[in-house]
T-cell receptor
């Protein structure tokens, strides 16, 4: 079946540091890939997505590129802020038996300190 | 509606009692998902609805868990004879169901369940 593996947290960075959160996947079909974010005390919300190979999703300074050859969708940001502290979830959406199925990773907690 | 809503926001119950959790998806979203998020854990898929039917119930942890959806809209997740290990945040999400599989899921705020 499909699966998503993302790096263990927590990740602690100083403000303005470079961020990478690794995400790799296995899928039976040709999935769409997503990053969701959960800020403290809030619900999950979409951060960015990419629907085909070599697409780059971007939002709020975050980027991730759909790499089919390495089955990866690593999240990056050049300069993190304290307000980026949250839990980040990598996910894939694949068609399974004629309908869409979404598989989430376990989440990576990011803590940015001033 | 403007977004996915869930009720109650918090529920404290005694072990052995039944609970019902409600999800009201975004109007027009035919796909609806239930997930469970335990403390320090990721998202655990429970069940998926397309319209009123549930093609995938593979994530339900036991036969104490059931869910239904009526009118292609509101869904209810029922946990019978609750156990302490059922304590978690139960999340509902909805999305448009198109053929592309690219749909974004929109999440509700969750119901925080505590079984004493």
């Amino acid at each position: 079946g499909d699966s998503v593996t993302q790096m263990e947290g927590p990740v602690t960075l100083s403000e303005e540091a470079f961020l990478t959160i690794n995400c790799t996947y296995t899928a039976t079909g040709y999935p769409s890939l997503f990053w969701y974010v959960q800020y403290p005390g809030e619900g999950l919300q979409l951060l960015l997505k990419a629907t085909k190979a070599d697409d780059k999703g971007s939002n709020k300074g975050f980027e991730a590129t759909y790499r089919k050859e390495t089955t990866s969708f690593h999240l990056e940001k050049g300069s993190v802020q304290v307000s980026d502290s949250a839990v980040y979830f990598c996910a894939l959406s694949d068609r399974d038996g004629g309908y869409q199925k979404v598989t989430f990773g376990t989440g990576t907690k990011l803590q940015v300190i001033p | 509606g403007a977004g996915v809503s869930q009720s109650p926001s918090n529920k404290v119950t005694e072990k052995g009692k039944d609970v019902e959790l409600r999800c009201d998806p975004i109007s027009g979203h035919t796909a609806l998902y239930w997930y469970r998020q335990s403390l320090g854990q990721g998202l655990e898929f429970l069940i998926y609805f397309q319209g009123n039917s549930a093609p995938d119930k593979s994530g339900l942890p036991s036969d104490r868990f059931s869910a239904e959806r009526t009118g292609g809209s509101v869904s209810t997740l029922t946990i019978q004879r609750t156990q302490q290990e059922d304590s978690a945040v139960y999340l509902c999400a909805s999305s448009l169901a198109t053929s592309g599989g690219q749909e974004t899921q929109y999440f509700g705020p969750g119901t925080r369940l505590l079984v004493l």
